[in-house]
């Protein structure tokens, strides 16, 4: 079920999130509370529970569908790169370039090789360490003070912003629109290369969030999570046919030309339906 909340003749969308558009004693919510819900789509139930130094049951699925998407990307990267050795051992087989392993050109070659693809997977590995720990991080941390801006690149996605002496990367315009600048916030987050926002508030608004708690969101149904989810199909599809068009084309030049052309149509539909998945 979605929510939504019109608001300076805006309509705000927040999934299956609730906005707070509420009248009590005849004050609304401020708007740019509002605003943030809108963008990091969290509640009320949300926000509450980080003020008490800890995660929502929904932020919790979250931490742990994002750790997921991670695992599963690490995973077909590593298939890609063993993938690739191998397709590079069979392409070599299959075009008489290799004589055997007993040949000095073969064992430099398959050094070199065996080097290279080493030093990818173990700097793919580092690389990823601080953000499967920051996946599997529940620890809530606070950032106070007046909203200024950053570095701030745009062709590069780098959006930054300062709270107090904390400063944050923000993933897209977007959600550096949805500060204010030089207005008091205070930020919920979990630390990383790029921090994940849980849930913020303008400074001398606390009230706002116990007057109303939305009912529980469900976490099958939650956006954020069924993006995840959409993301893992998407890497695994990628991963998939980058290896099998390759192969496909090499083995398919050893038939007929009908018949060679008739497997790279069946891939591409085969691709076409696995992308198709993917999106779904």
């Not at 745009?154 to 600048?181: M, N, S």
């Not at 921090?195 to 956006?223: F, N, Y």
């Not at 998939?240 to 083995?251: A, D, G, Q, R």
Request: proline content about 2%.
């Amino acid at each position: 079920m979605a929510f939504a909340c019109i608001m300076h003749g805006k309509l705000y969308n927040q999934g299956n999130v609730p906005l707070v558009c509420f009248r009590k004693a005849g004050h609304a919510m401020n708007a740019l509370n509002q605003i943030l819900r809108a963008t990091f789509l969290f509640s009320s139930r949300d926000l509450l529970a980080n003020r008490a130094a800890r995660l929502s049951p929904l932020q919790e699925a979250r931490q742990q569908a994002l750790g997921a998407s991670l695992k599963v990307g690490i995973a077909f990267f590593i298939l890609i790169v063993l993938g690739s050795l191998v397709f590079f051992g069979v392409a070599s087989v299959a075009s008489g370039t290799f004589i055997g392993f007993d040949d000095p050109d073969t064992q430099v070659t398959l050094s070199i090789l065996a080097v290279a693809f080493g030093l990818i997977l173990v700097v793919g590995y580092f690389s990823s360490r601080k953000h499967t720990a920051a996946a599997r991080s529940k620890l809530v941390q606070k950032a106070e003070g007046q909203v200024q801006h950053g570095i701030i690149r745009a062709d590069a996605a780098y959006f930054e912003i300062k709270i107090g002496r904390t400063k944050l990367r923000l993933l897209t315009e977007a959600q550096l629109q949805a500060f204010e600048v030089r207005t008091p916030y205070r930020v919920y987050y979990i630390a990383g290369p790029t921090p994940t926002i849980l849930s913020a508030e303008v400074i001398g608004t606390e009230d706002e969030a116990a007057a109303q708690v939305e009912l529980e969101s469900s976490v099958e149904h939650d956006a954020v999570i069924k993006a995840q989810k959409r993301a893992r199909r998407s890497v695994a599809v990628v991963a998939l046919l980058s290896l099998s068009f390759p192969l496909v084309m090499l083995f398919a030049g050893n038939f007929s030309g009908l018949f060679s052309l008739v497997m790279l149509g069946v891939l591409l539909v085969v691709g076409f339906l696995f992308v198709h998945w993917a999106m779904a």
